[in-house]
């Protein structure tokens, strides 16, 4: 079963708009941690946000914001404000358990963001 | 300020030969992962070292093998290439405590004819 599911393969949005791009997770753990990548067309990954299942607040990086909903096992990232250096893939991962474990991060499908001028 | 580096950028080899991916990080990490991305997959898992001394597998082991050469090195090893192991190939590290993400290398293009 997916573990992390992003369900729109592109997304596209307006200059100076706000956008809004899904993840929802699978995990039976208690502590876990979300986190999203960003990768523009040169190919490297950059790390932009992160949410941990025991955090009150949604977690919130300049214009990046985590819309956490523990009960439907979301991690929304919504980026406001858009740019057209904002036109990449972004990916939705997860870390399972306690760090002490020795965690793994699984990452969704990605979605692919185009910022229309 | 090298974070993580991984050689070669791109490679080409032919079914059945054998390579080396290298994956160094200054970054005094414990943990370092290999993961493969193909287009409409994301990124997948191969083999993770939780700390010096250990390896385990991911979601997709088969066909490589990894070494945790001491804290800073980790190397993937593919033995016989297979066309299905065309890929990109990322390195990553991780602090391994807390709210640490994944530092990234730049990837290795390969290419398996």
């Known amino acids: 079963a997916q573990k992390i599911t992003q369900t729109q393969p592109g997304m596209f949005v307006q200059e100076k708009e706000a956008v809004t791009l899904d993840c929802t997770y699978d995990?039976?753990?208690?502590?876990?941690?979300l986190f999203w990548y960003k990768q523009p067309s040169s190919g490297e990954m950059i790390f932009l946000i992160y949410?941990?299942?025991?955090?009150?607040q949604n977690a919130t990086e300049g214009r990046y914001s985590l819309n956490f909903q523990k009960a439907r096992k979301s991690a929304n990232l919504v980026i406001s404000a858009s740019q057209l250096g904002d036109s990449a893939m972004y990916f939705c991962?997860?870390?399972?358990?306690?760090?002490?474990?020795?965690?793994?991060?699984?990452f969704g499908e990605g979605t692919q963001l185009t910022v229309n001028p | 300020n090298a974070g993580v580096t991984q050689t070669p950028k791109f490679q080409v080899l032919k079914t059945g030969q054998s390579m080396t991916l290298q994956c160094a990080q200054d970054?005094?990490?414990?943990?370092m992962y290999w993961y493969r991305q193909d287009p409409g997959m994301g990124l997948r898992l191969i083999y993770y070292?939780?700390?010096?001394?250990?390896?385990d597998k991911g979601e997709v082991p088969n066909g490589y093998n990894v070494s945790r050469l001491n804290k800073r090195e980790f190397s993937l090893r593919l033995e016989s290439a297979a066309p299905s192991q065309t890929s990109v190939y990322f390195c990553?590290?991780?602090?391994?405590?807390?709210?640490?993400?994944?530092?990234f290398g730049n990837g290795t293009r390969l290419t398996v004819t």
């Open positions: 991962a997860m870390r399972e358990g306690s760090e002490t474990s020795g965690s793994r991060l699984t």
């Open positions: 990553a590290s991780r602090v391994g405590q807390g709210v640490s993400p994944l530092h």
């Open positions: 970054m005094n990490h414990n943990s």
């Open positions: 949410q941990g299942s025991y955090d009150e």
């Open positions: 070292s939780a700390s010096e001394g250990t390896t």
């Open positions: 995990t039976s753990d208690q502590s876990y941690g």
